[in-house]
């Protein structure tokens, strides 16, 4: 089992949930046979398995930060931000995310400059 295997099982055993229908964190009473998990891979839209961040904003959108861009996952499908997509940004490498207490998001990236 790779890293990105292993980030998005611990995720979802510790009950990041992406539907509000669903209570959060696994219930005391849950059995086993009742988890599942979701493993992604580059036919469901994820752009590496080399990860550098994982993380759930207050809206639900799971961002996963990596070197080859930053992707939002609604659930359903992954959206890249890359250089490609967004021509703004200096890199596509990506480290972390971070989200203030206004809602904001803050992406931090992997910028390198030499003199």
């Known amino acids: 089992m790779g890293f990105r295997a292993i980030i998005v099982s611990v995720f979802l055993l510790c009950g990041i949930s992406l539907s509000a229908q669903h209570p959060v964190g696994i219930q005391s009473k849950s059995r086993l046979s ?30 996963i930060t990596n070197f080859n ?10 959206r890249l931000y890359d250089k490609a997509t967004l021509p703004i940004l200096s ?25």
């Open 34 to 63: 009742d988890l599942s998990m979701d493993q992604w891979t580059s036919r469901e839209g994820l752009v590496s398995n080399n990860l550098t961040s994982v993380f759930q904003s207050s809206d639900k959108f799971i961002w």
């Open 69 to 78: 861009g930053l992707l939002r996952f609604d659930g359903v499908r992954f």
């Open 91 to 115: 890199t596509s490498s990506f480290y972390e995310t971070f989200e203030d207490s206004k809602g904001n998001m803050w992406f931090a990236i992997a910028e390198h400059r030499y003199n």
